[in-house]
């Protein structure tokens, strides 16, 4: 699986949009782009996937360069309950029961 | 989305006991189970892969003696920590994942302290 870079930390004021960018400029074609958080003592909660078109859910939106070698995960109004650790992985895509590896991520802060 | 319950929530044992740790896929099928331990301040480390009816398959440094791995059923998956000491004092946390699944579904973690 690729490696991909994120920042260490970020901090986001209450409302606004979280920005949270990721390189992997290594991403093979059949590779896909993953974004999980885990809030503190809790188990990961999945956010959002993508190969190479923009996605959005209720949760977030997934914006992947044309080439692909980086992304961001967009939270369009943070809000306290958002602060977590958000981690961004690449690994090949849907139906392959393989595992996740996590990174270092980057740790949001939201503040009031 | 699916939900993963694991129990118990937290447990805490004395050096040279064993633990069982429950994990469950309550609203979906669960062909593959993952178990992942994480230290305070560090990132999810996958310790092993349980494909259901077959043995669990271990990472590199992980001893399957001390961490015994069981997928019975499409929806149980249990992590027995035998012999614990201290040092295996950690969160552990199972995912879930279905046939053709699109994402992996996360547990809430295990907290254990072995004293």
């Known amino acids: 699986d690729a490696k991909t870079t994120q920042p260490t930390s970020m901090d986001c004021a209450e409302g606004r949009a979280a920005n949270l960018p990721c390189n992997h400029s290594t991403i093979s074609g059949n590779e896909y782009v993953y974004w999980y958080r885990q809030i503190h003592s809790q188990g990961p909660q999945y956010i959002i996937h993508g190969l190479k078109n923009n996605e959005t859910n209720e949760m977030a939106s997934l914006i992947i360069t044309e080439d692909r070698k980086s992304s961001t995960l967009i939270l369009p109004h943070a809000t306290l309950r958002d602060t977590a650790v958000y981690y961004c992985?690449?690994?090949?895509?849907?139906?392959?029961?393989?595992?996740?590896?996590f990174g270092s991520g980057t740790q949001l802060t939201v503040l009031p | 989305g699916a939900v993963v319950s694991q129990h118990p929530s937290w447990v805490i044992c004395k050096s040279g006991t064993s633990v069982k740790i429950e994990c469950r896929s309550l609203?979906?099928?669960?062909?593959?189970m993952f178990w992942y331990r994480q230290f305070p301040k560090q990132s999810l480390m996958l310790m092993a892969t349980?494909?259901?009816?077959?043995?669990?398959?271990?990472e590199q440094g992980v001893e399957k003696d001390k961490f015994l791995i069981n997928h019975a059923s499409l929806t149980l998956s249990t992590l027995t920590v035998t012999s614990a000491h201290p040092e295996d004092s950690s969160f552990y946390i199972c995912?879930?994942?279905?046939?053709?699944?699109?994402?992996?579904?996360f547990g809430p973690g295990t907290r254990l302290t072995v004293t």
């Open positions: 992985i690449v690994r090949v895509g849907p139906g392959s029961a393989r595992q996740l590896t």
């Open positions: 995912s879930a994942s279905g046939q053709g699944a699109q994402e992996q579904y």
């Open positions: 609203d979906f099928q669960a062909t593959t």
């Open positions: 349980s494909n259901e009816g077959s043995k669990a398959t271990y």
